[in-house]
């Protein structure tokens, strides 16, 4: 009798050991094997259920075996801790891939880049057809954007910090205002500290204005300081600073993608060769090292400058100089 009761528990725990193995081998086959078979995208919303998750991963991933899937999620609790947010389920994951992402929240973050020379216009252009970002500033006047984001000018032109930015599906094109401003804010003020002490300006501000200029006049970063040396020279003597690229600026949609000598006439704000100091505003959004060539600008004899066609330019120190210059780069061509 005891032998037999002895004999049993031993199969029984035969069974038991043969039931561990076969759920242990079910678990590494169907838990830890690849299942999703090309990147799938799927946003948890506030509210998505454990059956939402898994009805989408079997309906759009082909998701197998959707039941062991939502057992093994069940026993992990993941179904109280699904993280609202975009994710990426990469090819290859496996369902313990899949639930180790909702579960640790690892949202899928986007990039937004501000380019260098971009206007305020291009980049509320690039934001707006953003299908990922939230929009909630489009119906504001440009003075109206720059005081939601805090600043005290009556445009956000030359303000924003040409980087790339990351971000999750809903972020605001508020926030990603506000943070390619401060990031200017911080860029801005770290050069000025550092400014070279014979530059005239009274505040950054004036200094934002000439790094726009050499950011769209400067294409060799050995001419950088160069340029911002010649702007600055052509104010202190009180010369028209003549730059093509404020008066294409003050022509706006105007502009046809060549500067015509009717275009020199016409009366902007922004149109140099007719009005003496600088423009009112920014003209585009300068990178770090037009920022630090406007604060740290070569003293030169140049008071012209040409481009060759190439990237670089002809510098002239007289008139005669520079018409001949522009004969031969301009004129001739």
Known sequence: MIRRKLQRKQWLKIIFLLMVGCIFLMWLYCFETPVIHQDFYYVIEQGTSLSDLTEALHDEAHLPFPFLFHLFARLRMADHHLKAGEYIFPEDSSMNDILNRVVRGEVLYRDFTIVDGWTFKQVLAELNKNIYIQHEIGYLSPAQMAEKIGCPYKTLEGLLYPDTYRYTRGTTDT?????????????????????SLNTPYKTPYEALIVASLVEKEAKAENERPIIAGIILKRLAKHMLLQIDSTVIFGLGDAYQGKLKRVDLQKKTPYNTYLRYGLPPTPIAMPSERSIAAALHPVKTDALYFVSKGDGTHQFSATLEEHHLAVDKYIRDK
């Open 175 to 195: 926030a990603i205002l506000k943070w390619a401003y401060q990031n200017m804010q911080t860029a801005l003020n770290k050069e000025w500290m550092t400014r």
